[in-house]
C-alpha cells in the first residue's frame, strides 16, 4: 500500500462520517479526543502561525485557532474533507485548502500533525520537507499509533506470522526509536511521550481485542481466542506497568 492508494479511502471515509469508520475506543463520546488535547497542551499557541498537515475535517486546526493562534491554516489532500471543514468553520480563523504540504508556501512557527506520519511513504523525506516550512525557531509536533507495548507486540505478530490486516490505511508502525533517529537527522531536538496506556496493555486493549481478534483470526475457534483473551485479561494488566514508551498513542515534538 502506498500513500496515493488512501486518498479515495479517505473521501469515502468523510463522505460516510469520521464516527462510522474511528473505533469507538478512539472517540469515546468525548468531545475532544485525548490525542487533540495533548497537542492542545504542549505549547501556548499565542500568536503563533500554524500549519495543519492533514487536517481531516478541521476540528484541531480550529481549536488551535481558539487557543489563540495569530493564523492557522489545515491542508488535506482530501477534498470531501476539505469541504466539510469549510462547511463547519468557515465563519472562523482557520482556512482550509486541499492541496498537498509540497505546494505550500510561506513560513510557520508550528506545523502539527495527528495520525498523518504513519500514512506517509517516506517519512523522513516528509519531516524534511515539512522542516523546510518552518520559522527559524519553529516546531513540528505530531502524533502517531505507538506499537511499543503489549497490544502492538500481539498484532504485529498477527500481521506478519499471519498475514491479519491490523489496520485499515497505516504503511508503519512506529516506536520511538525510529523518531530519536529522525531527530539526529534532521538535527532538531525531540522530546516525546506516549499516552493511552490502558489502551497499550490496560483494560481498553482488552476490550479491543475482544472485538478485533475474532475478525483478525477467521477460521480459529472461538474458544481458543476467548481463553487467550482470558489468559491477558487475568495477567497484563495486572502485571504491565506505564512505561514512557507503552501508550498506544505518541506525541513527538521537534524543534530547531
Known amino acids: ?26 472517540l469515546d463520546k468525548k ?6 488535547k495533548e ?21 484541531l486546526a480550529y481549536l488551535v485557532a481558539r487557543k489563540g493562534a495569530r493564523s492557522v491554516l489545515g491542508v488535506d489532500y482530501s477534498k470531501k474533507a476539505i469541504e466539510i471543514a469549510d462547511k463547519s468553520y468557515k465563519s472562523l480563523n482557520p482556512s482550509y485548502r486541499c492541496e498537498d504540504i509540497s505546494d505550500v508556501r510561506g513560513k510557520f ?27 527559524k525557531k519553529g516546531s513540528i509536533i505530531l502524533t502517531c499509533p505507538n506499537w511499543s507495548n503489549a497490544r502492538g507486540y500481539i498484532l504485529l505478530a498477527l500481521k506478519e506470522l499471519h498475514g491479519a490486516k491490523i489496520t485499515l490505511a497505516d504503511i508503519h508502525h512506529f516506536t520511538p526509536l525510529e523518531f530519536e ?12 511521550r506516549t499516552f493511552e496506556h490502558g489502551w497499550g496493555h490496560g483494560d ?9 481478534l475474532p475478525k483478525l483470526m477467521k477460521g480459529k475457534k472461538e474458544k481458543e481466542i476467548n ?13 504491565e506497568e506505564d512505561r514512557k514508551a507503552s501508550g498506544a498513542v505518541a506525541l513527538y515534538h521537534f524543534s530547531k
Open 1 to 26: 500500500m502506498q500513500n496515493k492508494d488512501l486518498k479515495k479511502f479517505y473521501n469515502r471515509v468523510y463522505s460516510r462520517g469520521e464516527g462510522k469508520h474511528y473505533t469507538k475506543l478512539v
Open 31 to 36: 468531545k475532544i479526543t485525548d490525542e487533540k
Open 39 to 59: 497537542i492542545l497542551n504542549e505549547i501556548s499557541w499565542e500568536e503563533k502561525t500554524v500549519l495543519d498537515v492533514g487536517c481531516g475535517t478541521g476540528e
Open 109 to 135: 512557527d508550528v506545523i502539527v500533525m495527528a495520525g498523518v506520519l504513519e500514512h506517509i511513504d517516506n517519512p523522513l523525506l516528509f519531516l524534511k520537507k515539512t522542516k523546510n516550512l518552518l520559522n
Open 181 to 192: 533517529d529522525w531527530g539526529k537527522k534532521l538535527n532538531m531536538k525531540l522530546s516525546w
Open 204 to 212: 481498553k486493549m482488552i476490550e479491543d481485542l475482544k472485538k478485533r
Open 227 to 239: 481463553n487467550f483473551i482470558k489468559w491477558l485479561n487475568e495477567h497484563t494488566p495486572k502485571l
